[in-house]
């Protein structure tokens, strides 16, 4: 049975259904994703969202298919839609429960018949399934596929380019509406295709209007498509840029099945759950493999992939990806430095970040500290982490430096280079240029692990001479905590967790007694539910909750916002420090998970209670350093 269920008293309740969002993938940046009522909420919810360009240029090719549902004489409407001011249809009324099992299924009644509609997708390719099946009499299913032709962050609008012509033969039709855009093959078993036509319009999407975006879409409907369904006889819809025969259906199911089993974790359910998800964000780049930072929107990041690798392949097992993971991105260091993030429009990669190629030494330690494979590293990413150093050392893009004193420098007023990178126009909302904290932990994590792979004195004294000038000069003595950023003369106390990090890597600097301290001001006044805030509330810059125009969005992102993701360090660093407080810090996680959640951990949630969730409904980072805690053991060097 699976673990993730809603029956019809979730199902029939808008106002809760529409706040669960599944999720399928493809292994190379594709993916369909709705909520449990089939309502599209998001300009990135659909059937057939394909990665055009694994794995960062992406298309939606079919939004939805409206469902009708006639047995009898009797029309019922399985669809339902968000139009201005009013749900047409109102097919969640026949929704009696969803779950994920593996896939999501949908469960209808009308009338005296029960339908069963199930959606997957098959790895490797732009496809995605949709089958309905049918308990009762003999019965009659109309499908009308809405495609958009879109790219997944726009919208489509009734237009008179659009070229509607199908190309038809025996259960199969495709349509290619825009020049430069693939062909949309759709396989099926209906019994007679009616061609169409016409334009839906106005489709609302409350998501994009909470967050101050354009939230009306025009779709166009070629065809309907008229089934004869049966318990014998499944209605089938195959969609996807290669053609494929219904036929095809069972086969494909049955692979899914087999292969989702085979990755699952025995246990505890919140762990098997998790590693459903962790699968879904690792993708194809090339022959190599990468990691989606989050759904809908994110493509690859490499600080998010190197924070996110620990918890998503090698808490799982799969050394091979995550080996595949540390070359791809190997492959891209320039200039000492891994690029931010890969474009989603075909553009190259952007260098500007100060963090991610440290970040790239804690991944390489961890994966020797869960696979023992030393010889890897020696052999394929050595040489790669010295001439990372030395570029530190001597200088590298975005005035990024060793000083005197051992600590890295990096940017001036105008630049993002951490994590906190949120920007309105030219002004950075968190202004982090100088010697940001983590980013000196992660320095001296980096020295001392390449360090202990060579026995090099050369990388043991510079990590002496660094931490020596960290605790001297971040420990902030009233306080009982470190300084975020240290620029000059200019000391920054805003209270924030990354300091935290700090004491949560594998070689850490600071000295026990004060990081207890530490720990002890984290919790008391960042520790939420659900992670913790980014600014303490007493910050008159504090910001409790993100919603609004991007603009308001932007200046909360870092200023109070929680971020599930930080409980892996805050836990590894009280765990190591032995502090009072640990695993039970997951359980309201664990329930969102496993309810509301369905099967995802969030971005980030409102500072404030209730702590809303926000932003992408499930994040890399989030599921992986959740899975890492809460599965194994904590592993740390000494």
């Given at each position: ?384 982490l010295k001439d990372i150093i030395e570029w530190h050392v001597n200088g590298t893009r975005f005035g990024i430096h060793m000083d005197a004193d051992g600590l890295l420098t990096a940017g001036d007023p105008t630049t993002q280079l951490t994590w906190m990178d949120a920007r309105v126009g030219d002004r950075p909302v968190t202004p982090r240029n100088g010697k940001p904290v983590e980013i000196q932990a992660l320095w001296y994590n980096a020295l001392r692990f390449t360090a202990r792979l060579t026995n090099d004195a050369r990388y043991e004294d510079l990590a002496a001479r660094t931490a020596e000038s960290f605790n001297y000069s971040f420990w902030n003595e009233n306080a009982s905590c470190l300084y975020d950023v240290i620029d000059g003369d200019r000391r920054d106390a805003s209270l924030r967790p990354n300091q935290v990090i700090a004491l949560s890597l594998g070689y850490c600097a600071i000295p026990e007694e004060r990081a207890r301290r530490i720990l002890a001001v984290v919790e008391h006044d960042l520790l939420t539910p659900f992670g913790l805030r980014t ?104």
């Open positions: 049975m699976s673990e993730i269920r809603f029956d019809q008293t979730i199902c029939q309740d808008l106002g809760q259904s529409l706040k669960r969002e599944w999720l399928e993938t493809n292994g190379i940046g594709g993916f369909a994703s709705s909520t449990i009522t089939g309502a599209n909420t998001r300009r990135y919810h659909g059937l057939l969202m394909a990665a055009t360009e694994p794995p960062a240029v992406r298309c939606l090719l079919l939004s939805k298919l409206e469902e009708t549902l006639i047995v009898g004489g009797q029309r019922f409407d399985l669809s339902t839609n968000l139009y201005p001011g009013v749900v047409h249809p109102t097919g969640y009324r026949c929704l009696t429960e969803f779950r994920l099992d593996p896939f999501p299924i949908f469960t209808f009644q009308a009338g005296d018949v029960t339908v069963e509609k199930r959606i997957f997708m098959v790895q490797g390719e732009n496809t995605v399934v949709v089958e309905y099946a049918s308990d009762g009499p003999d019965c009659q299913l109309e499908l009308r596929p809405l495609i958009a032709f879109r790219g997944y962050h726009d919208l489509t609008h009734e237009n008179s380019a659009l070229n509607g012509n199908l190309n038809q033969g025996a259960g199969l039709f495709s349509i290619q509406p825009y020049p430069g855009l693939p062909q949309l093959h759709v396989a099926h078993n209906a019994r007679a295709l009616k061609r169409r036509g016409h334009w839906y319009f106005h489709f609302e999407y409350p998501v994009e209007r909470e967050r101050g975006l354009d939230f009306q879409e025009d779709l166009f409907c070629p065809c309907v498509l008229e089934f004869d369904l049966s318990p014998n006889k499944p209605a089938v819809v195959i969609a996807s840029t290669t053609a494929h025969h219904a036929s095809e259906s069972a086969s494909i199911k049955a692979n899914e099945i087999a292969r989702r089993a085979g990755g699952s974790l025995a246990g505890d359910p919140f762990a098997a759950t998790l590693t459903a998800a962790a699968g879904q964000f690792v993708v194809r780049r090339g022959a190599l493999h990468t990691i989606i930072a989050g759904y809908p929107w994110f493509t690859d990041w490499a600080r998010d992939t190197m924070i996110a690798l620990p918890g998503l392949t090698l808490v799982t097992g799969r050394f091979d990806i995550a080996r595949n993971i540390l070359l791809a991105f190997a492959g891209c260091l320039d200039g000492g430095m891994l690029p931010n993030t890969f474009s989603d429009s075909g553009a190259p990669p952007e260098y500007n970040t100060v963090d991610a190629t440290l970040w790239f030494f804690e991944a390489v330690r961890q994966y020797v500290e869960y696979s023992k494979d030393v010889e890897f590293v020696r052999t394929r990413l050595y040489d790669r600014l303490a509330p007493s910050d008159p810059a504090y910001r409790g909750r993100y919603e609004g125009s991007v603009e308001n969005r932007d200046t909360a992102y870092h200023q109070g916002t929680v971020w599930p993701w930080l409980l892996g360090p805050f836990i590894t660093a009280a765990a190591r420090f032995n502090a009072p407080r640990e695993r039970g810090l997951l359980a309201p996680l664990r329930d969102f998970a496993l309810s509301r959640g369905t099967g995802h951990i969030p971005e980030i949630f409102d500072g404030d209670p209730p702590h809303e969730p926000r932003g992408c409904f499930t994040q890399a980072w989030s599921v992986a350093e959740v899975l890492r805690i809460n599965r194994l053991p904590l592993v740390a060097a000494q």
